[in-house]
């Protein structure tokens, strides 16, 4: 008997490495520049690609960075609650996440780069990180936890302060980014509606074992 895979299975299998590698093209120009205006002969050489099988897969630039960019923010989502899995407390998990983000500057210094460069345009997408955030926040506000406050102005608050920390910790790598990460979530929580004490306490709590390390 025949072990050869189906051609059409073979075509499909080249036809998702093709697409992988103009996405990973994408996002390695986004992490370097953050510059959308280079051309689409450039990043089909950055993939290895040829320059047609570019429209076999995306209709523009625009759409492939598009792309590029939520590939990014899911990865980051999935870090985030693979490191968190265990973790119950919306407020712990807020804060946790500003802390495990600083730790990723230097473990993930693409990404940060492009959550860099293209966060902000992504705060309130459908896609990677943002729906998780948004589920911890409404679930914060549903139990009580969190202040009564519009999910979409609280989630406009708390991505836009964690994209200040992703500002800070590469432009000042000087700075102890773990401090850093906690001040910031203490500084969250409290405007969550965190009393200060228990803001502090938890912004500094132990990780959960394995975190980011």
């Not at 959308?36 to 047609?52: K, N």
């Amino acid at each position: 008997m025949s072990t050869a895979a189906p051609v059409g299975n073979r075509f499909e299998r080249r036809r998702a490495a093709t697409r992988k590698a103009l996405v990973r093209a994408a996002r390695q120009i986004l992490a370097e520049t953050g510059d959308t205006g280079v051309s689409i002969q450039a990043i089909a050489d950055r993939a290895d690609v040829g320059f047609g099988s570019f429209y076999n897969h995306f209709e523009s630039k625009t759409e492939l960075f598009d792309v590029a960019v939520s590939d990014a923010l899911e990865e980051f989502g999935r870090a985030i609650d693979e490191r968190l899995r265990e973790t119950d407390d919306p407020a712990e998990l807020v804060a946790a996440g500003f802390r495990l983000t600083a730790r990723m500057a230097d473990s993930h210094p693409d990404l940060m780069r492009i959550l860099r460069h293209r966060g902000l345009a992504h705060i309130h997408s459908d896609k990677g990180s943002a729906p998780r955030a948004r589920r911890d926040l409404e679930r914060g506000i549903a139990i009580g936890r969190f202040t009564s406050i519009d999910p979409t102005i609280a989630l406009s608050a708390v991505g836009g302060t964690l994209l200040s920390l992703v500002e800070l910790r590469i432009s000042r790598p000087d700075l102890d980014g773990a401090e850093a990460a906690a001040s910031l979530a203490e500084m969250t929580l409290r405007m969550l509606g965190l009393p200060e004490g228990e803001a502090r306490e938890i912004a500094r709590r132990p990780l959960p074992s394995g975190a980011g390390d």
